[in-house]
């Protein structure tokens, strides 16, 4: 039973491996372009609606949990629940409908999410040091999740703006542009999209741990 569990971990990852390889082969074979459906950065197409369905289950789960909170004694609070949902719940939206590239403050938006990304573990420090002790081994899914989207979302995107459009002749010499930006862009939305379902993962291990120790106190107290 328990590897029946787990095996829509590999099967979702599975697909977006899938996914970013006929990006890279389609965006490599028709100049930079690829099949519309397969655009990365395409509102509402075959990446951006699985990543918004992802973004939409990491907010979903934190909110329901919040809603049926029972139990305040376990990890971890209500306000992080709340937040967590927000920021992911809004992320769901803008990953499908792209907001942030309608707005020329693409940049600022970006600063944003990072910093909300690093804000909240700061000012929650104490629920995730309580997770960690409540169920170590999930904590360290998401903890291995976002460090894949950072590099991906957040390294790769550094890496082009300041290492590959300076610099793309020396490195990578008769290569073409597009070329070098389609296998970023694959990597980038790897890295994306892999880490989202790593955290989806620790998280989905975190509320059954708790909805069974939930459980747990309620017979105790029968």
Known sequence: MPIKKSLWLPLIISLEITIVVLYAITALANGGQSLPFLDVNGSRTLPSLLQAAQLFLLGILPLCTCITYRNP??????????????????????????????????????????????AIPILFYRDFIHLYKFHPRAVRWVGLGLLSFVIGGFGLELFRSHVQEPHWYQLFGRWEFYQVDAIRTALEELGEMVGETLVLKGMVDLVQR?????????????
């Open 73 to 118: 004694k376990l990890p971890p609070s209500r306000s992080l629940l709340t937040c967590i949902a927000v920021f992911f719940l809004y992320a769901s939206v803008d990953e499908l409908f792209k907001l942030s590239f309608l707005s020329s403050y693409h940049k600022l938006v970006q600063l944003i999410y990072l910093s909300l990304g690093l």
């Open 210 to 222: 708790r909805r069974v120790q939930s459980a747990t106190f309620e017979i105790k107290r029968i």
